[in-house]
């Protein structure tokens, strides 16, 4: 069996509408890759467990919100950066889900990939 394609995760703060059978909260995501998401936990969203599935919307420049369907893959932590005048590159630990998307349709992804080329290029 061939090794799984890496793809690249891409620093960032963004806030998406994340849904369960359970929750619908707005969240706080950390990192982003075609592949999937680190979801900072957040009340309501802090008691998902490996496997759970989900819908994510993201608000993306241009166009309609962004929508895909993932899955709960671990339980970990991040780098979130703390936003102060006082210091600059400070960053600190933050728990969270890491999650992979699943079944997304070709359109979605050509979008997602053309969002995370604009991220790069920050």
Known sequence: ???????????CELYARVQTESVDVKARVLELSESGAFIEETPG?????????????????????WTGP??????GSSRREVRDPRAQHV???ASGYGVEFIAIDDDELERLRDFLELLELR
Do not use: K, N, W
């Not at 069996?1 to 620093?11: G, L, S």
């Open 1 to 11: 069996m061939p090794p799984q394609e890496r793809h690249v995760r891409y620093r």
């Open 45 to 65: 969203f802090d008691e998902q467990q490996v496997e759970d599935e989900g819908v994510m919307t993201l608000a993306l420049p241009g166009g309609e919100p």
């Open 70 to 75: 993932f899955r709960v893959m671990r339980l």
């Open 91 to 93: 960053t600190v630990a």
